[in-house]
């Protein structure tokens, strides 16, 4: 049981935060909703890079004394690509966000059979 | 956003906050490669900052006045530093982006290397604090159709 | 500046989309000027690069001069340089024709249009160009975020288009995202010479199948395979007219070029996993060729109708991938580039009629020919293109993929693509005999718009990528033997299977 916390239990828990984000996007009917979930989808492939390159032990992958062994720090390089992915997020939200915005505007609501309704009258 | 909250409480205490977040961005911003920072957190805590007054005083009174479309010109300003940076490698005689062939002279090759990442790091930041409130912009603003 | 070319390749166009709203701001004959400029060098540069690989062996250009697996590279290699050409000489097509639709804006439209066009041409040329599989992402996020927006710049329904395929296309880049890191967790590298390497040990492990597994996903969706293609019809038909040749005839096709690099290179399609993820693949892009052909031919839109063709010409690539062979690989290849010069030459002048008459149904468009009689000539090529008649280009890649089905003895695949050919036929023609023996109405020849009042049917700026890019069609099919021969084969990794 605790080699199950601490070895598989945190990628069970990103799986079903993953999976969520896509029943989330999937099932709801208000185009606000699909975007956070959107959100939520992302950041759980965020933290499951982020899972992979925490050591045992591990502290802050940051010179501190004359202590250079590697099993000291964590991986860096998981940690600074999930920056540029983090950023990657940011961008869609916004433009979504400019869309959501364009479609409130011309068609007066944001529930999404509505919408369709609308389109094809 | 036109007339902003604007409650007395919020307005003597924006006052107080926002000085204190730009510094810390700029210190993020600089503290890069010592610390946890760099530029993209540095823009967005410096967005935070105009953010913050622009939500309080309104859109007309507000300081740091950055209107979208300017923030537009001035987000690709940022990252064209950055590209130029790499650029100017090219024609120093490198590969792009090779931060040993720039043209300050210190005596160290790795404190050359830490001022070229400053150069870009400048860059990438005014451009994610240009693209927030542009985002702002298009959100909170009315727009004449584009 | 010789031996920067690959990197030219990518900056020059990133350069020209970030500077394109300040120079906007100043002159707005200017912004014109620099981003066909910029996207003139980066076709040079493609150029100059592709003939390099083919006479020198492939080009590792390594960026900031750090070594791999430590620095990102670009490799160039005859694959990547030949699309990369492909990709920056439609988008010079492309930025051409978008002149007339954008003359009445103001400074702040033109900037903007010219610097996302500029934008996801650097993606798509980024996607093609890199060594390194994190790169491949950073470049695809960049080319859809810049899709996305020009879809939606083209009027009421693009936004709520543009806004599903955002939502789906998200889906697909975190799939592929999960994928990598299910490669990266494994071997610890993220370089693809590196993983070509590594990966062969470790073929059978359960982390990479659910890598391959995610793949599959992540770049189905992106390229709109079947049963992945629903945000495609509505996105291609509502986009900007100007933007649309460039989305829908290049920016379905780079995935399938990374599914290639992915399958082919980094991992071997011999045997295991790889060989049946491929089959499964190519049931899904047959059924998705017959059901899109079939969708086409029940649509009065002539947009609508192109897109749902695109479904179907997209599931011809996937299925050569599938079959395996060398020469299902270079009808996969040939494919990949004849098509996205067919389908822009489509949409152009599905453009090129909505500017001049108004309308884009199939029935109304009667007796065209007499208005606009250059632009009639190079829709026909490209619709016998379509079907695969000989001597045009489309008849030489489809004879590729049934030579290789042939050989490695799959006839249901011979079946698929010889029906769907005739169903190709069944709609073209529908097409072009509407155009040149239906009378027209009286109404539509009083509603006229008329907006050609000069010598030509269209601008010229219109008219002539139009004629170059039909022009094109029938060059490629003649030439295709040389092209096959000094390009083509040094595409494929050792020869095949």
Redesign the interface.
Known sequence: MDSFITGSLIYWLVAAL?LLG?YG?LANNN?MK??MA?NI??VA?IV??LI?GQKLGGT?P?LMGSDTTVDHYINPL?HA?M??????SL??T??????????Q???GEIEEDD??RR?NE | MKKGFGSIVLDASFRVLVPFTLVYGVYVLVHGEYSPGGGFQAGALLAVGIILSRLIQGNEKALFNIKGNVALILAGIGTALYALIGFSTIFLGGKFLEYGRLPFSVHDPAELHALGMLGIEIGVTLCVMMTIVAIFDALTGEEEGI | MREQLPALIVVVPLLASLVAPLVAYFSTALVRLVAIAAILVANISAIGSLTHALTKGNWHYHFGDWAPPWGIELVIDPLAGAIAVLISFVSLVVVIYAGPYLKEDGWLKKGIFYSLFALLTTGLLGMVVTGDVFNLYVFLEISSLAGYALIASGGNKAVVAAFRYLLIGTIGASFYLLGIGYLYAVTGTLNMVDLAEKLPLLMDSPAVIIAIVMLVVGLGTKMALFPLHGWQPDAYTYSHPAAAAFIAGVMGKVPAYAAIRFFFFIMGAATGPVYKALQIMGWLAAAGIIIGSLMAIAQKDFRRMLAYSSVAQIGYVVVGLAIGNSLALIGAVLHIINHAIMKSCLFLVAGGIQWRTGNVSVEKFAELNKKMPLTMGALVIAALSMVGLPPTAGFFSKWYLVLGAIEADMWFYVVVIIISSLLNAVYFFRVIENIYMKKASEEAKDKDKDKGKGMFELPLQMLVPIVVLGLGILVLGILNEPIVSQVIQFVIPGGGQ
Request: no cysteine; net charge positive.
């Open positions: 993953f896509v996007i185009l699909k975007l959107m989808m992302q492939v499951f890079f992979l802050l940051i998981p690509l920056l540029t992915a983090i950023v990657v961008s869609t916004g433009v979504a966000l400019a869309l959501l915005m364009r479609i505007e011309r068609y919408i369709l389109m």
